[in-house]
Nanobody, 123 residues
């Protein structure tokens, strides 16, 4: 059983930055996705990264502002968010799936989920 732990959320002013982390023992065997859910909205896939880190995907609404990366030696995946906007406010979740070469932002494909970390962008 993979136990994912997110960290790094918080309150940030518009235009600011945050780095979210997703950690778990054995994470290097999984593709990882980041998802978010804002109040009153459905969960949205934001970005994903393959096991090796060689393949990534990011949605258009955050492209150029968010970056996904991983350090398999540390069993950690990161989501760096820059130039944050109020509409980025949400609970952010990471999720894991055993998948060899690619990744997906379709939540239904993922087997393991973290508890989430709140990101609030507000002045």
């Amino acid at each position: 059983q993979l136990q994912l732990v997110e960290s790094g959320g918080g309150l940030v002013q518009p235009g600011g930055s945050l780095r979210l982390s997703c950690a778990a023992s054995g994470l290097d065997g999984y593709a990882i996705g980041w998802f978010r859910q804002a109040p009153g909205k459905e969960r949205e896939g934001v970005s994903c990264i393959s096991r090796s880190g060689g393949n990534t995907h990011i949605i258009d609404s955050v492209k150029g502002r968010f970056t996904i990366s991983r350090d398999n030696a540390k069993n950690t995946v990161y989501l760096q968010g820059n130039s944050l906007k109020p509409e980025d406010t949400a609970v952010y979740y990471c999720a894991a799936v055993r998948r060899l070469y690619t990744c997906s932002v379709a939540g239904a494909e993922y087997s393991y989920w973290g508890q989430g970390t709140q990101v609030t962008v507000s002045s």
